[in-house]
């Protein structure tokens, strides 16, 4: 007698992978998530409401994953409606909610929020400061010898997701603590690590105070063009993006300063003029001079 195949009453066969001649979907291994990490900003400034504004947009968190402290109930109520985040003036709640600590307040109240952050950090916390002039060894002193410090220098064209961050890692923190910190930096612009910590007094000196270093030629050219006769707002434009088209221009040629200048400075020419005068005046190194003393400042500041 041929087998025929049983049926529930008013039911088809269900098919499986099997029936439909398909090997079963293998399981996919979770590949670890930020988002698994709640993250608190201790400070919501700027720089700070960049940062968020970063890691939302890469989709490393969500914006209920984050919460900020700030003492201004102003910028609280500005961050919840523009971000949707959790924000408290109370250090100690934000601590206790989250895996990352991210230090984003000004220098000179970091002692003391390190005193009230102590007794609340664990294990469990990587603790990220962009505060400047604070080494990794200062800040462990201040919340307890084993934290997992991972020190940041950024710069402020991460408002505009343009900026350049540099990270380096405490005694204690590890190398996924860093590649953590540097998957969340680069939501802002371009981020990598030193492996020596006063590394950081030089970058301080390039990147870091760098922006204001450009915002200064900037000022002076435009002042040169209105010095020979254009309108202030003519020379604004032509100046602004003469530098965004340099910028580019070394960014994306592949080529080094000096070729792209020797590739615009004929001899006997305008360029070779102006050039000429600026070095006679010690354009070069004055430049050189200002990172040195930038560089220098921040040793200073690391040193209390």
């Known amino acids: 007698m041929k087998k025929t195949q049983r049926r529930t009453a008013g039911k088809p066969p269900v ?3 099997a029936t439909r001649g398909r090997a079963p979907a293998r399981a996919t291994a979770s590949r670890p998530s930020v988002a ?26 969500q914006s209920q994953e984050i919460i900020a402290t ?3 109930a102003k910028k609280r109520a500005a961050l919840t409606r523009q971000l949707k985040v959790r924000t408290t003036a109370d250090n100690a709640v934000a601590a206790g909610a989250a895996r990352v600590l991210i230090l984003a307040v000004k220098p000179q109240i970091l002692a003391s929020v390190l005193e009230e952050l102590r007794p609340l950090i664990s294990p469990r916390h990587v603790v990220v400061s962009i505060a400047a002039g604070w080494p990794t060894a200062r800040i462990a002193a201040g919340l307890g ?10 710069n402020t064209p991460a ?25 969340l930096l680069r939501t ?21 105070s760098g922006p204001a270093y450009v915002y200064l030629f900037a000022e002076a050219l435009i002042a040169g063009g209105v010095a ?17 088209g340099a ?26 003029a102006g050039l000429t005068e600026m070095e006679r005046r010690g354009f070069s190194a004055a430049i050189v001079a200002g990172v040195a003393a930038a560089a220098q400042r921040a040793a200073e500041l690391g040193r209390g």
């Open 70 to 72: 700030d003492i201004d």
């Open 188 to 208: 802002v612009g371009k981020a990598r690590a030193v492996a020596d910590e006063p590394l950081l007094d030089a970058v301080t000196g390039v990147s870091g």
């Open 247 to 272: 910028a580019a221009m070394l960014q994306e040629t592949g080529e080094t300063p000096q070729a792209l200048r020797a590739a615009v400075t004929s001899p006997g020419g305008t360029t070779l």
């Open 145 to 154: 010898e084993t934290v997992r410090v991972v020190r940041v220098m950024s």
């Open 159 to 183: 408002l505009l997701g343009k900026g350049m961050s540099v990270a380096v890692r405490g005694r204690h923190a590890t190398a996924a603590d860093e590649k953590l910190v540097l998957r």
């Open 36 to 61: 698994k990490a709640a993250i608190a900003f201790i400070g919501g400034g700027n720089m700070a409401t960049a940062m968020i504004k970063g890691f939302i947009a890469a989709g490393v968190c």
């Open 228 to 244: 020979a006769g254009l309108t202030t707002s003519d020379a604004t434009e032509l100046a602004l993006q003469t530098l965004s």
């Open 15 to 17: 098919k499986t992978n």
